[in-house]
């Protein structure tokens, strides 16, 4: 199996990841409940968790009343969601990058959370999207920060064109196994630009900070995330 070949390959990771996932900084005490704040009172709400990977997002909405249908494009993640979730739970493969398995207005809430950066063209995915929703439906996405990227480039090299849209790759090792993951990074105004072309109203851009428990299990990474954001988070309606 090539390098390209093995990017991004969920499969391999899952059980690792689904353990890191748990309890890490930039995870739980991160981008989860600021994403989960953002959502808000999700009680009786239809939700398409879109890029669910193991489930715990899937779960916390669940668990405040939503009805929840999690898709991925990794069978090994979804198993693990599947375990945690219950074998009566909606999970289904499906790739952001095709047409949903879903009919119109399907949704009250399309949850995104840290997957759109994994696609070249976002343009696709969003109309799928606006699709599956509802009239005056959400769409949450949260995304790695177009600044902290190009600046975690600059320090390791020549720093790219923050204009551009590029892809870039890191090499992720859990529990003893390598996998090289790739990205595509873009400047804010190509993230909103598609989000308006595609036919949603930007509702807020937040730039979320770590929950205040981190500060004492994360003593040496807290005041960074603290200080500097590493992932943005937006919340756009449809009408």
């Not at 939503?66 to 090994?76: L, Q």
């Not at 390791?156 to 090289?180: H, I, Q």
Request: with cysteine; charged share 25%.
């Amino acid at each position: 199996m090539t390098s390209e070949e093995r990017a991004n390959d969920y499969d391999g990771l899952a059980t690792a990841y689904t353990a890191e996932n748990e309890t890490s900084l930039m995870n739980a005490y991160y981008e989860r409940p600021a994403t989960l704040a953002l959502v808000g009172d999700v009680t009786g709400r239809r939700i398409l968790d879109a890029g669910c990977g193991s489930g715990p997002l899937s779960a916390a909405l669940r668990d405040r009343g939503a009805i929840v249908t999690g898709i991925d494009s990794s069978a090994g993640m979804l198993a693990q969601a599947r375990r945690r979730l219950g074998a009566d739970a909606d999970l289904r493969v499906a790739d952001l990058a095709d047409p949903l398995p879903f009919p119109d207005d399907a949704f009250d809430d399309v949850v995104a959370s840290l997957v759109l950066h994994y696609l070249r063209d976002w343009a696709p995915t969003l109309a799928e999207f606006r699709r599956v929703l509802r009239p005056g439906g959400r769409l949450i996405v949260s995304v790695d920060h177009p600044f902290a990227i190009n600046l975690m480039h600059r320090q390791s090299g020549p720093r790219p064109d923050y204009f551009a849209t590029y892809n870039w790759t890191e090499e992720w090792t859990l529990d003893g196994k390598s996998v090289p993951m790739s990205f595509w990074n873009r400047p804010l105004h190509a993230m909103t630009d598609a989000f308006t072309a595609a036919g949603f109203r930007i509702s807020v851009v937040h730039e979320p900070r770590p929950v205040a428990a981190a500060r004492e299990l994360f003593p040496q990474d807290f005041p960074v995330l603290d200080t500097f954001p590493s992932f943005l988070i937006f919340v756009l309606r449809l009408g």
